[in-house]
C-alpha cells in the first residue's frame, strides 16, 4: 500500500539553476556556514566530501561531527539537518533516480549498512582520488553537451572507493555482502513496518522459518528479529513527531497503533519520554 509522504521533501530539480531540465546529478560547493534547523528529507542520494570541517551533521536523529576528510552519505528518504561551521569546505553531490542504480551498485554493500555508518574518515591518499572524481565530475556537468556515460563512470568509480575504504573501517561489512536473507528482512521490513509487526509474516515471505530468522538475527546483529522491527517502527514514530506536521492522532492512525495509549506505551518503553514530550 502506497504510503502519502509526511515529511517536506526537498526535490533534486529545487536544487538545479535550470528546474525544468532533467536532473541526474548536480555538484555544490559548500563554502562557510550554514544552518538547516527544520528537518526533513530528499528523494535522491547525496554524498558529501568534507575537505575542512566543523560542526554537526544529524541522520535520523543521530548527531554526527563534521571533521576534515570526511564522507557523509544521506540516503533518499533519511530526515537530515546540519550546523555547519564558517571555517567548512565541501563537495557535495547529489545523485538523482536516473544514476542511482548505477552509485548503489559499485557501494558494494546492502544500504543498510551505509545507514549504519553514513560518516567516514577518509585516509589521505583515498581522500585526493575522491575529490579528483569529484570534480571530474563537476567539470563534465559544465560541458556544453555533458556525457552521461562517462558521468556514470566516474559515479561508478567512487562507490568503488567509498567501499574500499569501508571494508577496512568497519567489521561488519560480511553481515551485509554474506548474507542476502538479512538484506532482504530489512528491505521487506521498510516495506511493510506499518502494517506488520509479526516476525513470522517476515520468514515466510522470505522462505525461511520465523525461528531460522531469528538465528540469523541474533548470530550476525545479536539482537532479535523483532528488535529490528521495532526499531524501523520506533524510527518513523520519531521521524514523523520530529519532522512532520502530524499531529500524534494521526502518527498513531499511520503507524498501525491500535489506539493513542498503546502508541505512546511503545515509545515511552524505548525513549524514556511520552511522543508529546518528544515533538
Not at 123 to 151: C, N, R, V
Not at 212 to 225: G, R
Amino acid at each position: 500500500m502506497h504510503q502519502k509522504d509526511h515529511f517536506p521533501v526537498l526535490r533534486i530539480q529545487a536544487f538545479s539553476q535550470n528546474p525544468s531540465s532533467d536532473c541526474t546529478v548536480l555538484f555544490h560547493e559548500l563554502h562557510g556556514e550554514r544552518a538547516i534547523e527544520e528537518a526533513h528529507k530528499h528523494d535522491f542520494l547525496i554524498a558529501i566530501l568534507f575537505e575542512r570541517g566543523a560542526g554537526t551533521h544529524t541522520i535520523d536523529f543521530v548527531a554526527h561531527p563534521i571533521q576534515s576528510n570526511q564522507l557523509h552519505l544521506l540516503f533518499p528518504g533519511q530526515v537530515h539537518a546540519w550546523n555547519i561551521q564558517h571555517d567548512t569546505v565541501g563537495y557535495q553531490l547529489m545523485i538523482g533516480q536516473e544514476l542511482l542504480d548505477v552509485f548503489l551498485t559499485n557501494l558494494r554493500f546492502a544500504a543498510a549498512f551505509y545507514h549504519r555508518h553514513p560518516v567516514m574518515d577518509i585516509p589521505g591518499s583515498t581522500f585526493g582520488h575522491l575529490l579528483y572524481e569529484f570534480k571530474s565530475i563537476q567539470q563534465e556537468l559544465h560541458a556544453d553537451k555533458p556525457f552521461t556515460q562517462m558521468i556514470s563512470a566516474r559515479l561508478g568509480v567512487i562507490g568503488l572507493l567509498i567501499s574500499r575504504v569501508a571494508a577496512a573501517l568497519f567489521q561488519d561489512t560480511d553481515i551485509y555482502s554474506a548474507n542476502p536473507v538479512l538484506s532482504r528482512f530489512v528491505n521487506l521490513i521498510d516495506q511493510h513496518f506499518r502494517e506488520q509487526r509479526s516476525v513470522a509474516f517476515y520468514a515466510a515471505a522470505i522462505g525461511i522459518s520465523a525461528n531460522y530468522l531469528n538465528m540469523i538475527c541474533k548470530k550476525e546483529l545479536h539482537v532479535a528479529a523483532s528488535s529490528l522491527i521495532q526499531d524501523r517502527v520506533l524510527l518513523e514514530a520519531k521521524r514523523l513527531l520530529k519532522a512532520s506536521r502530524m499531529t500524534v492522532k494521526e502518527i498513531v492512525f499511520d503507524l498501525g497503533f491500535y489506539d493513542h495509549a498503546n502508541f505512546s506505551k511503545f515509545f515511552k518503553a524505548h525513549t524514556g519520554m511520552t511522543p508529546s514530550e518528544f515533538k
